[in-house]
């Protein structure tokens, strides 16, 4: 079993920025790719960045691309989610999670393991 514990989410103003972490238990944690999610209240989660098991390859959703940047540090078993330009939209519960493959996978299905979530909340 893995455990997933995310940090850094809080409170910020519109174009600012926030860096959330996920702290990963488990020796296998560099034989999976990562993703992080995001739900927002009456929304579907959905999935908003991913990285491959080495790094080599990354996924972003439409609405985050230039803006938002995941990565990961094998050597800590951490992966990161940078938030840049932060818009209203943006608000929702953040959520890390690990697939069950190295490549990145898009359906919530295939991620095994989850962390608690994180509030990012943006204002106006």
């Known amino acids: 079993q893995v455990q997933l514990v995310e940090s850094g989410g809080g409170l910020v103003q519109a174009g600012g920025s926030l860096r959330l972490s996920c702290a990963a238990s488990?020796?296998?944690?560099?034989?999976?790719?990562m993703g992080w999610f995001r739900q927002a209240p009456g929304k579907e989660r959905e999935l908003v960045a991913g990285i491959s098991w080495n790094g080599g390859s990354t996924y972003y959703t439409d609405s985050v691309k230039g803006r938002f940047t995941i990565s990961r540090d094998n050597t800590k078993n951490t992966v990161y989610l940078q938030m840049n330009s932060l818009k209203p939209e943006d608000t929702a519960v953040y959520y890390c999670?690990?697939?069950?493959?190295?490549?990145?996978?898009?359906?919530?299905?295939?991620?095994?393991?989850w962390g608690q979530g994180t509030q990012v909340t943006v204002s106006s």
């Open positions: 999670a690990a697939g069950s493959t190295r490549v990145i996978l898009l359906p919530e299905r295939t991620y095994n393991y």
């Open positions: 488990g020796r296998t944690f560099d034989s999976y790719a």
